[in-house]
């Protein structure tokens, strides 16, 4: 059902569905019209419907689509039906604003671990959590085989640590770091920049 | 030269290019070609090739770009030769992240004031800046002329507040909200949501 031919430009999309589609869900709607989200997300009826299209056969002619059915198969289809462990490498002031961050949960992700560098942060707490020596990032992401982690820490330092990120089994990484990391292919990176979001903003103001 | 019938996903990498000229530049490289460009992104030549065709002739067969002037061009194309006022709206976890957040110098954005709601927070000092009353944000966000926000609230209040932005005048919004905020057709918005990008990625795993 889920063909390796979808366009990614589709599947960055899927999130924003999904996550208007459960706060529908939270406000007490049961059914939507492609037109009704559309309106909501700035995005056409037809590219919606399009969109969903790769996936199989969601909603009907008229009534539009059952909330609840299509989150949980946007659920499905993102791997988001389960809940993902996500190491935080760097507790700085992104790695606590991640830290605390209460957005993760219900939406598929659980940080578990935070490692640092810096012996002065190590065996402190954020929000609950100890701070873990770098050093032991590779025993303890494969020990909790934990496949998915996020890199707050500076650009100086962000391929040496996605290196060893890799070696150590993840398999995605999200990073903050401004610096584009190279990784092998088998590997997917997600980069959050907000200079580059900025840019993109200004060149259309 | 700069035609409005770009892709928007060509505009997208533009930013990335700039960021990955920018450091070549910083380490003292003065040419690249596309596909050493492209090695160090995870893109192809063409692609890159392809991209910067759609803003007239840059670099030459074989010696490739000379990054000084690819930099500079980028940066007239993306309109950051210039400093834009950012104002910040928010002074939580991520508000605190993006002020002291120093990968905006040089790239084209200074915060240059933050707004928050909660009386406790008014008056106090983050990273040198007076966190002022958010009842004001009209009022000083016209009188600087600021154009872009950042906006770090809660995702209830995102709306409002981003209501409140536009009807101050400013053009483009990067939000940290969780939620799909409504804008007229000529505010531009990029969203920032880790939960978004770490789908994204699972969907791949």
Redesign the interface.
Known sequence: MVSDDIPD?V??R???Y???LT?LLIEGENDITSGQLG????ISSAQIRKDLSHFGEFGKQGTGYRIKDLVEQLRR????DME?E?ALVGAG??G???A??N??RD???RISVIFDNDPAKIGTLVNGFEIQDEHRLAEIIQARKI??A?LAVP?EAAQVVADKLVAAGI????SYA???I?VPENV??????????????????
């Not at 309106?39 to 700035?42: E, P, V």
């Open positions: 430009i599947i960055s899927l999130p924003v999904l996550r208007a706060r309106q909501r997300l700035g289809i993102l791997k988001v993902w996500v002031a992104i606590h604003a991640l605390h961050y957005g993760f939406r598929g992700f496949t998915l996020m650009a398999k995605g990484i999200l401004p610096i584009n190279v997917y990176v997600q980069q959050i920049d907000p200079v580059v979001h900025l840019q993109r903003i200004t060149y259309y103001i």
